[in-house]
């Protein structure tokens, strides 16, 4: 299995940015599908972006615009850049990754927290 470690979670304002990152081990990351989802306290875990091995990228309506899902294969890391974060953005995120793009068998990463408050 791919093992994940994010960082870059933190303390905005409303309106600010942040860049979350994940590094993956393994050869195998550059042929998975990786995606962030989030948590907040009280709420269903919800994807907020995906992007296939080939790099295409899909969105929750919820982010769409604002964020930006990437990829670096020399890196094996994945990257999340988070623009005009809203107090409804705060949540734990997660890294996540697997050959069959499933959350049950996916790899997880610890999480970062994000935080958006005045």
């Known amino acids: 299995q791919v093992q994940l470690v994010e960082s870059g979670g933190g303390l905005v304002q409303p309106g600010g940015s942040l860049r979350l990152s994940c590094v993956a081990s393994g050869s195998q990351f550059r042929y998975y599908p990786m995606a962030w989802y989030r948590e907040a306290p009280g709420k269903q875990r919800e994807r907020v972006a995906l992007i296939t091995s080939t790099a295409m990228t899909h969105y929750a309506d919820s982010v769409k615009g604002r964020f930006t899902i990437s990829r670096d294969y020399a890196k094996n890391s994945v990257y999340l850049q988070m623009n005009n974060l809203e107090p409804e953005d705060t949540a734990v995120y997660y890294c996540?990754?697997?050959?069959?793009?499933?959350?049950?068998?996916?790899?997880w990463g610890q999480g970062t927290q994000v935080t958006v408050s005045p």
């Open positions: 996540s990754g697997g050959p069959y793009n499933n959350p049950d068998s996916n790899s």
